[in-house]
C-alpha cells in the first residue's frame, strides 16, 4: 500500500527531458521547457531554453533555438545557439549562429557559422561579383605537398569562440 501526500506540488524542481525515441518520427512547431534528446526524426522548428542533444540515429531537420546543441547524428536548416559541438559521426549542414562551435575529429560541419549580433548578409549576387573579380591563382601554388606533415600537425579537436 502506498502512501499519498496531499501537500506535495505537481510541479518538481528537476529539469524535464523530452525524449523521441528511435523509429518515431514528429513534424510541427514545438517549444521545449527542458533539454531534448532526439533519436527518431523531427522536422520543423524547436524553440528550447534548455540543451537540445541529437543521437547517433537521430535527424533534425529545420529551425532550431536552445541554449547548447550536441549533435552525434544529423542537423539540416538554421540554428541560433550558445554553444554547438559536432561529435564523432555528427554531420551539421546549416546556417549556424552560435559564439561557440567544437568539431570532433570525423564530425561534419558544412554551412555558415555567424557569431551572435552579426548583420552580414551576402546575397548571391554579391558573391557572385567578388568570385569573378578574383585574379586566377597559379595552378603550381594550389599542390600542397602531404609529405610535410601539414596535416599530421593539425590538432584533433577545433574550438572557435568569439573573443
Known sequence: MGIIKRNVSAKSNRSSVTIIAQGNRFHGETSVSGKMH???????????????????????????????VNVSG?????????????????RVVANVYCSTLS??????????????????????????QYVDSEPMQDVDELVIDLETGLIDSLPDRITLSRK
Open 38 to 68: 532526439v533519436d527518431g526524426e523531427f522536422e520543423g522548428s524547436i524553440d528550447s531554453s534548455d540543451d537540445i542533444s541529437i543521437g547517433k540515429s537521430g535527424r533534425i531537420c529545420g529551425r532550431i533555438r536552445a541554449h547548447a
Open 74 to 90: 544529423e542537423l539540416e536548416g538554421e540554428l541560433i545557439c550558445d554553444s554547438l559541438h559536432i561529435e564523432r559521426g555528427g
Open 103 to 128: 568539431i570532433d575529429p570525423d564530425g561534419h560541419f558544412i554551412g555558415e557559422r555567424h557569431l551572435p549580433g552579426q548583420q552580414r548578409r551576402l546575397t548571391w549576387e554579391a558573391e557572385a
